[in-house]
């Protein structure tokens, strides 16, 4: 297991991003089932700029005790795509995922030791450590305006029951509904301030630099 590894981080193999069941195999054992995910599609980056939206499917295949895989090419190899450059949006590190992911990765992923090369080390494991942040954006971020709507109809609803109906067990699901949508509304805000930021950085240096010119003219 330490020489896969080892090859894994010297290929600087990623793991491609996968529809389908939580686990791919189990031994169909009533009395002791054990099930796992055992089956990846490993990329390197050549692949990943090749084939920009590759992803892979597991689906049951009837006979055998694993999954089967089947891989979607949405890019055209030797084609030049152009890349979108990695943005990390500051919400994202309040979430109770992040935490963990990171430190999942770091253990996982060859130490750094102290060394001529430890900043370069450093920084490979970074750009390593995008994709994994990249999708759990995707997945907890897409669509933020719509979860927000969306929790805060949830929220009225359970207001409305509340009131037409007292109890505890409605306050408790008030409580929990006005828990998520407080935490969904937190995280556009952000998302919001951050591009906003980013804009005006761009259309304020214009509106800056024309106005240098009409004053210098």
Excluded at 30 to 54: A, E, H, P, Y
Excluded at 155 to 183: F, G, I
Aim: charged fraction near 30%.
């Amino acid at each position: 297991m330490h020489d896969f590894r080892s090859l894994v981080n010297d290929c600087q193999f990623k793991d491609l991003a996968y529809h389908g069941p939580l686990f791919t195999w189990n031994n169909k054992q009533d009395g002791n089932l054990i099930s796992k995910k055992l089956d990846r599609v490993l990329v390197n980056d050549n692949w990943s700029s090749s084939f920009l939206q590759s992803y892979s499917v597991f689906e049951a295949g009837g006979i055998s005790d694993h999954l089967r895989c089947r891989v979607h090419l949405s890019g055209v190899a030797g084609t030049s795509i152009s890349r979108r450059p990695f943005k990390f949006v500051n919400g994202i590190s309040e979430m109770e995922e992040f935490k963990p992911l990171v430190k999942e990765f770091w253990e996982d992923t060859e130490g750094i030791y102290l060394s001529t090369s430890s900043l370069y080390r450093f920084s490979k494991k970074l750009k390593l450590l995008r994709p994994c942040i990249r999708c759990l954006a995707r997945k907890k971020l897409s669509n933020l305006s719509k979860q927000t709507k969306d929790a805060l109809e949830e929220l009225c609803r359970k207001q409305e029951t509340n009131l037409a109906s007292p109890s505890v067990s409605a306050m408790e699901e008030e409580k929990e509904a006005y828990a998520r949508w407080d935490h969904v509304s937190v995280l556009e805000e952000k998302f919001l301030k951050q591009r906003s930021k980013l804009h005006w950085l761009q259309v304020g240096d214009r509106n800056n630099k024309a106005f240098h010119r009409a004053v210098t003219t």
